[in-house]
T-cell receptor, first 111, second 112 residues
């Protein structure tokens, strides 16, 4: 189906484990983004990518790694998960500076 | 930090117009006003954006004051499904970065 999808939708993992959240968009949008949303902080940008093989840090990049080998995919990896990374993660995409379209989110719990 | 100020919450009766205000007194000449909303547990959804002229689409209208220091999002006939947090964001179109800085938004509760 066309649009932006995220997987998994829910994930429980243990402290210290590596976790990868997937994001896929079918529009061939140039830009892709990762946000996290926590109570009391709203949505905060983690990383973004202007095109394949081009990524840049957002407001809260520490503890996260991204890659973008293909335009349509933008995985987010937590190399060693911590409890403070328990959050809801949203992926988004946009064509240039146009409006961003958000995915349904991944709810991650780190125990 | 967010460059906008919004009331934390508002109520609206179903079928009536919902008028959501936003102050952005430090807006720059090249910055647009964007509105997004987030229905509970879903990803944010784009609504509308504008620079200085009033804008209207199938979802809403955006009224920007002449001095551009404030704006109002209007949902002409609010329904229960419009209950959501509404975010007003100012952002340049173009430039070095393509970021949205979300504030805390306004929780609009549409009452039956």
């Amino acid at each position: 189906d066309a649009g932006i999808t995220q997987s998994p939708r829910y994930k429980i993992t243990e402290t210290g484990r590596q976790v990868t959240l997937m994001c896929h968009q079918t529009w061939s949008h140039s830009y892709m983004f990762w946000y996290r949303q926590d109570l009391g902080h709203g949505l905060r940008l983690i990383y973004y990518s202007a095109a394949a093989d081009i990524t840049d840090k957002g407001e809260v990049p520490d503890g996260y790694v991204v890659s973008r080998s293909k335009t349509e995919n933008f995985p987010l990896t937590l190399e060693s998960a911590t409890r403070s990374q328990t959050s809801v993660y949203f992926c988004a995409s946009s064509e240039g500076y146009n409006e961003q379209y958000f995915g349904p989110g991944t709810r991650l719990t780190v125990t | 930090d967010a460059k906008t100020t919004q009331p934390p919450s508002m109520d609206c009766a179903e079928g009536r117009a919902a008028n959501l205000p936003c102050n952005h007194s430090t807006i720059s000449g090249n910055e647009y006003v964007y509105w997004y909303r987030q229905i509970h547990s879903q990803g944010p959804q784009y609504i509308i954006h504008g620079l200085k002229n009033n804008e209207t689409n199938e979802m809403a209208s955006l009224i920007i004051t002449e001095d551009r220091k404030s704006s109002t999002l209007i949902l002409p006939h609010a329904t229960l499904r419009d209950t959501a947090v509404y975010y007003c964001i100012v952002r340049p179109y173009g430039g070095a970065t393509n970021k949205l800085i979300f504030g805390t938004g306004t929780l609009l509760a549409v009452q039956p």
